[in-house]
């Protein structure tokens, strides 16, 4: 568990061109041994393993992974680990190069053979001294559970996914059964039928037993799964994706369409932005030789094996099989590995738990995680339903005749806006504009928010009204015509309509009203009538409360949907619209070029400054190219907008790149904000830096401007709401604003006095309220919707 693991960092270097040789350092700070003389491994030993000679390859590999100098180090770190520890070791692997023939992550290092942890003074003694020396008794990396073993790479940047949130949701895709021919961008694969067609289908049953009463929740895809499936239950965010089946070149085999058992590709790259997009942190690959080694295609380059390339490309942990594994096999270490996971195992742990059942096999379970990364997932104790896709959206005033740059000051979750602080029953109906160039799914999000909502108010004597309902209207599917009546538009829903009429029924319980998503593509918004039939909306009889008007574009430009955005909020008399937030990585949402330097430098970091996890990703990406952090000196002559300033400061504050207390002292003496300066002295005065821990109070809360500074740089703890139970803290409507909704939040709604409820509008205005708490109140609201800067 967390706390019980020393660990041990090996970096593999490659000195030099010519025949493959490494050079493995332990790294500890700036203490470097004198290099040891390279170990040369090639292609040849990569093929060794489940051959005659697999002495051979352990001798060989292990004089490359413990050569001289680390072989005294690692016998440390062992007699120092203490008797209930495990120690973990990261080995650190290059980028490797298109000129190389195979990725040392291919090789099986978890065949090394070391002294027992257990063994005495004498067999660490030869080991140590004697390069060629087999220890007895011996522990292979691989399958003893007092070592684990991580590949850690260095990420490439697509995307960046948060490993601090808490999952609750574990989703199973199993394509056992499928089988066929399936083409790849090579050349055609046929995938054999499985012999037992009942062993093939264990695996996510055993998940879901061991997941059972866990706080984790198994959510299987329908067997077997396809890939729009796959995509459809990721969407809903998870802790992790466990897929059992085929892999062939580059990717996974599943159905071609549900209820069928024949073959189709989902290409690896394409699950990796899934993954990426909805912020999955863990990828279980039960498919023979995810992790390698990879097929030679006919005259290319070698490509790398998938669980590398989606770890390279962002994914932050990713388990995988190199070689043959059996349907059997997969079950079995599924239902260990996952159990574990439940048991709040870090996930080194729980696959040296379980790689026990490749026992008398030549496979192995393998782990790749980006560098430095925890090796843990925090579990929802309360499993919510969260939304699919990103709600993340950017509040951007209205009445620039080009586009600006969203601030990442005014992030919003769509769930809590269009929820709270709406208007209540006999009140007119209030519209707002959304620019979302992929058109994705809003209605349900906001309709699992509100049911949560409802959920956490049962009970007690409070007057609970039922949840508003929210429904989702395609105008260019009805031809680009608005319904003429009520019952014509109820006809047009995406989903069937439960009548909420605008005068209730005295005898129908309260409720809390209706909302509509209306769908519309961006070119065609600006047409003449649209805006004109929008404001007929209200007239029909039902009980609207907010109408949501969703501008998209099938070429998923965001500048002809934020322009479309820009004029239908103006004709509508919105002084602002709201951005949906890019998906993670994006092409030209920040990406780094090592070549740009001045103006097109900063342009560039202009752009990644919109959202910090794409100003995470810039940073990381600078610092790898150019071996440290920029710095204003980088910008001399250039007036660095002080809301970058302030997005890099914060940067700084939640990063762990080398050289980052440096930049951060340079970029300190740029002005940031009195916000971001509080940030920066609340950091100064962690008490516990290793565990990112602060001592804050209620105080921290009294400004929602500090709030958000505190909540960017990752310093703000997960459970704020301590700080403020009774929600009189205009900084905690602030975070409410900008976070992703939970049933956390809910309860601590309801938990409050009468008074903030009711101007959340979570309960009917009775008229028996204290004035003066109500004037306290009104920096809650303001905090929960500040007014946006001046367009000049």
Known sequence: MVGLVDELIIQLEEPGSGPRRITAVVVDGDDRPPPDPPARVGAALRDLWGSDDNELLRTRLGKALFPPSTRPRFRAAVEARGRDKKLRIRLRLPTPTGEQPFSLAELPWEAVRVPRPDAGPGVWDGWVRDLERSPIPFAELGRDERFTLVREVQPAGRG?????????????????????????????????????????????????????????????????????????????????????????????????????????????????????????????????????????????????????????????????????????????????????????????????????????????????????????????????????????????????????????????????????????????????????????????????????????????????????????????????????????????????????????????PPHRGIGLVVRKEAAKATLPGFVRDLRKLPMLDWDLRMIVVQLHDPGKCIDTVRRAADTVARELGLPEYVVKAHAPGGEGVGGHDGGRAGAALLDSLCLAATDDAELDRWLSAAAAR????????????????????????????????????????????????????????????????????????????????????????????????QLDPEGLRPGSWALLARRQPTEEDAEWLWGMVPAPRRLAKLEPDTGDYDYQLEEDLHECRTAFRPELPHLT
């Open 160 to 508: 960046t996914t948060s490993t601090s949130r808490a999952y609750g949701r574990v989703v199973i895709a199993d394509a056992t059964e499928v089988h066929g021919r399936v083409d790849t961008p090579s050349g055609t694969h046929t995938v054999k039928r499985p012999g037992d067609r009942e062993a093939a289908a264990t695996d996510s049953g055993l998940v879901r037993s061991v997941l059972d009463g866990s706080p984790l929740k198994a959510d299987a895809v329908p067997s077997p799964a396809t890939a729009d499936t796959i995509r459809r239950w990721l969407v809903a965010g998870a802790g992790a994706f466990y897929f059992g089946g085929h892999h062939v070149e580059g990717g996974l085999v599943v159905a071609d369409r549900p209820g069928s058992t024949e073959a189709a590709l989902l290409d690896g790259g394409t699950l990796t932005q899934w993954l990426l997009e909805f912020q999955v942190p863990l990828a279980v690959l039960l498919a023979c030789d995810s992790a390698g080694p990879a097929a030679q295609p006919d005259g290319g380059t070698r490509p790398l094996p998938l669980a590398e390339r989606m770890a390279r490309d962002g994914v932050p942990y990713v388990v995988a099989v190199r070689g043959t594994v059996s349907h059997r096999q997969a079950a079995d270490f599924a239902g260990s590995f996952f159990a574990s996971l439940a048991a709040e195992e870090d996930i080194d742990v729980a696959l040296a738990a379980s790689s026990h059942v490749f026992t008398g096999s030549t496979a192995r379970p393998v782990l790749y995680s980006g560098r430095g990364r925890r090796m843990s997932i925090a579990l929802d104790k309360t499993p919510r339903p969260t939304p699919p896709g990103s709600t993340d959206a950017h509040r951007v005033a209205q009445g620039s005749e080009e586009p600006v740059l969203p601030d990442e000051r005014f992030r919003v979750s769509v769930e809590t806006r269009w929820t709270l602080f709406t208007p209540d029953e006999g009140q007119p109906c209030v519209y707002d504009v959304l620019a979302d160039p992929s058109c994705g799914d809003l209605a349900e999000p906001v309709n699992e928010w509100e049911k949560m909502l409802h959920r956490a108010g049962r009970g007690g004597d409070r007057p609970l009204r039922e949840p508003r309902h929210w429904y989702t209207f395609d105008h260019d599917a009805q031809g680009g015509r608005l319904p003429n009546g009520h019952d014509e538009l109820a006809r047009a829903l995406v989903e069937p309509y439960r009548p909420r009429p605008r005068q209730r029924h005295r005898d129908e």
């Open 626 to 721: 150019e071996g440290r952090l920029h710095v204003p000196g980088d910008f001399r002559g250039l007036k660095v907008p002080s809301t970058v300033i302030d997005a890099v400061v914060l940067a700084l504050l939640r990063a762990d790149a080398p050289g980052w207390k440096a930049a951060l002292a340079a970029w300190a003496n740029e002005g940031p904000s009195k916000p971001v300066r509080w940030a920066m002295d609340v950091a100064a005065a962690a008490t516990d830096a290793e565990e990112g821990r602060v001592t804050l109070t209620a105080d921290d809360l009294s400004d929602a401007d500090r709030a958000i500074a505190l909540d960017r740089a990752r310093l703000l703890p997960a459970l704020f709401r």
